[in-house]
């Protein structure tokens, strides 16, 4: 659909928080809490922030759960008896300030959940959601996202992206189909376009590489010494993985209690040594620097070729959780520059 | 409303408190039910996880028995544990597990008198205590969204 | 499915005959030579193995794999007319009706032959389409061997040339097969790479050292056949562990012709 | 800092070591691990009060030795993890060389790692001031009140393993977690799977863990559980008498005994 402007006033965003709430859906907002600014569920709208540069943990919990129940199954005398999980349950859920980046994180998870097999665990939380982005107006040196063709006010991905104007008001953009039927439900709190741009109210950041060269770079990169001397620091944990909006690796683990139990798809990591070790003993990934070289080259080289996306946001979650500075975009600028 | 009767976990060692056990039966001497026995080589064997997955799996008590010191059957088995218990305690009390629901003796294989009396002290205790809840809840709470 | 059949193969090595609980589902099921199951024990986990039957024997699929892990150890501890889960069928397969009228060379070592003797028996099973048939099947030691009933069947047809050989040191003092290495006794036998398709499954070292030998033989790039085993969660191209370079090996695989795994990167 | 460089120049040119693990500038005013193979990169090394990794952790990593014999910057809870993997015969003393680095920050001349061994009989490693007050706070807490502030903490962790893999001494290559027969921890980040999975880290540290802190620092969530593993070297010194990492012929604490180990809780 064509993308359609409205305004809406900082008062007016409380009651249209309000109203989402009462409708009964959950809401996924970021607040402050022991100074770190996290995503929580169902925050008093006092709580919620609109001032933070990047959270912690990237949204991905909503569709693809740290933990998510496959089937569940009771074991007795007679057999095995196996019970589907109800998908009809998923709530419908609205995200609420998800900065440009994450709701360009949904579309990379998109493209390797529906890729080929469609994950119907993952596409019904999906479809029950909705993202209400909000565009960023500060940046820090670790987001790059104007690197990897997004930028802080892009509206892919989002249902209705708000930006907030000089007066204090929020420009609201109508993306989707879903989008306008929360505006059209609550229209009373929309008033027409403001004037003003949203150019002039967005964050600055500099594009420091182009992706389509480490792409291309990275085809002919598979054995460059890059790969070891960059990742000699490397420790191995699944840190950048597990708060990486566009990192989908699971492992699926049977958990019983008693006679009953759970079949659970969990996060996992291409960085950990065990990822990929046969029963044999033999691991085709055997040292970091391959498994370092496997999270790039799967994230700028793999992805764009099979699944038409790229695998990064730009939102650098992975280069502030890292213990050791395994800082991505110095990496992704070297990438950019080797022969 | 019934009283509560706790579900007790006993690891025990083959040599001494499980042939004390043995011992109350024969000598018929009366003990509560809640007990059950699980019985290993020695209790320099008994991994300090696996009273965790007793709590895992509904225990509401533990009872950790073996030799007394200088009689464990390899000779040192029962030192080892005691310095792991000790430490391990420590970090439970630390963490927040109730350390008051883990009974730790010395029972003989001559004691079985003994033996019932630290049962039935025990299952007294945890009793007054309660079941495990906080450990059951802990558990329980695994997925955010049950689906 | 319901195990309807354990067969003790080696030590630690059994073949379980499955078949479907429900007369519908066996009615759906298709599967081809070289595709593989996920197979489960609820409680322990999932498994992958290649379906080791071949689909012109219909009614049920059987798979054979080696007492490891977890699911294998608990798999192992099922008896017959158990049930356990099954998802499939997955991957690619291999090219049998393209083979017409050739010859088929298969080079199999160790636990490597169950994926192999669902294409061998699919390709026995059309055997007027194929002119000869060569198997070459090595195991570390004379116990290790698996099939010992269906390598006799096969020593015994007149159609089909079977070379056992064990490793040096692995013999029994009444060993009548060759003694030494998957490639060496290949090259000692020489088949001529003549019209021939090679199709070669083993641990990844013996597969690595066989190509050069079938390269020698005249083989080229695209008449040789392997299927991987990579570790496998998902079984469609998701969870991302059997990865490699652009391919998954449970999707785009595992079946490859050499020419494609020269194309990878060597993280197999 | 000049020392540092001018030792580490020294080592690499007269081929005593292959590599240097110190420290260099990183991004974003951070500063990181770097490998000096090459004498004329030197100048990269630098010290000062930002370089708290416990470097340590690389004398175990199979890339990094296999570059050669090693020559380290070390830190006193570095010094110590030394010891401690000298102990567990994890690295071997002749392939190292020690470039200590004291209270003052000061490059420390250790002809020999003995010297090394001496000068931390004396040197104490103080924990923060942060640390001590939170470890206080919980002692004085009620076992409810333990048990909720730990559950509560560690529900967020989604078991990256960062504390594992910063952690210079959780060297196993197959770790307890991962060992499934039987599955001892639940694998899920369930808030059960969690609690169990830090307490069993705890535990195999105990005795064992220098207090460097930098499996808190490492934690992306900045989950304290650091606290843990610094409870148990307390406690094992209270208890056994034993600090670790003070000598080279440390003895497993927890695989040794004495007969009149003394405990108030046994009946």
Known sequence: MELERKLIKKASLEKLYQKLQANGNKIFAPIIKDGKTEFHYNPSYAEVTYDHIQTIQSLKNTVFPKIENLVRFTTDRNGTEVTEVDLAKVPSLVLWGAHPCDAAGFKALKSIFMWDYKDEYFNSRMNKMVVIGLSCYKCDDNCFCTSVGLNPGATNGSDILLTKLSTGDYLAEIITEKGKEIVNAAAELFEAAPAEAKE????????QFSHEKVTKNLAGAFEHPFWVENSLRCIGCGACAFVCPACACFDIQDETKGKTGKRLRCWDSCGFGLFTIHTSGHNPREVQSQR???????KFSYMPERNESLGCIGCGRCSRACPVDMNILEQLIALEKIQ | MSEFEPKIVAF?????TYAGADLTGTSRIKYAANVKII???CTGRIDFMLLMKAFQNGADGIIVSGCH???CHYSSGNFHAKRRWMAFRELLDYMGVDVERITFSWVSAAEGARWAEIVNTTTEKLRKLGPYTNYQNLVKSGIEEEL | MEVEKITEEAPEVKTFRLKFKNHEDAEKFEFKAGQFGEYSVMGEGESTFCIASAPTRKGYIECTFRKAGRVTGALANLEEGETIGFRGPYGNIFPIDEWKGKNLLYIAGGIALPPMRCVIWNTLDLRENYKDITIIYGARTVNDLVYKQELKEWDERPDVKLVTTVDPGGETPDWKGEVGFVPTVLEKIAPSSKDTIAIVCGPPIMIKYTFPVLEKLGFTEDTIFTTLENRMKCGFGKCGRCNVGKYFVCKDGPVFTYKQLKELPDEY | MESIRKRAKELLDSKQVQVIIGYENGTSNKVRASF?????????LIYDERCTQNLALYLVKHEVKHLGKMGIVATIPAMRTINMLISEEQVKPENIVVLGIGEDGKLLDFPDLTVMESFLQKANIELTAKDKEAIEKLKKMTTQEKFDYWSNALETCFKCYACRSACPLCYC???????NQPQWIPVQASKNGNYEWHMLRAMHLSGRCVSCGD??????????VHLLTMHMAEESKRLFGVDSGLSMKMESVLSNYKLDDKDNFIL
Do not use: Y
């Not at chain 4, 000096?36 to 990269?44: E, F, G, H, P």
């Open chain 4, 215 to 224: 499996c808190g620092r490492a934690c992306p969530l900045d989950i304290p």
């Open chain 4, 36 to 44: 000096i193979k090459d004498s004329a990169q030197v100048d990269k």
């Open chain 1, 292 to 298: 370092w070289r496997q999270r790039i080259m799967h």
């Open chain 1, 200 to 207: 002039g109210n967005l964050a600055q950041v500099k594009q």
């Open chain 2, 12 to 16: 025990v060692c083959n040599w001494c």
């Open chain 2, 69 to 71: 010191p200088n009689d």
């Open chain 4, 173 to 179: 290559t197959r770790c307890a977690v991962e060992c």
């Open chain 2, 39 to 41: 019985r290993f080589p």
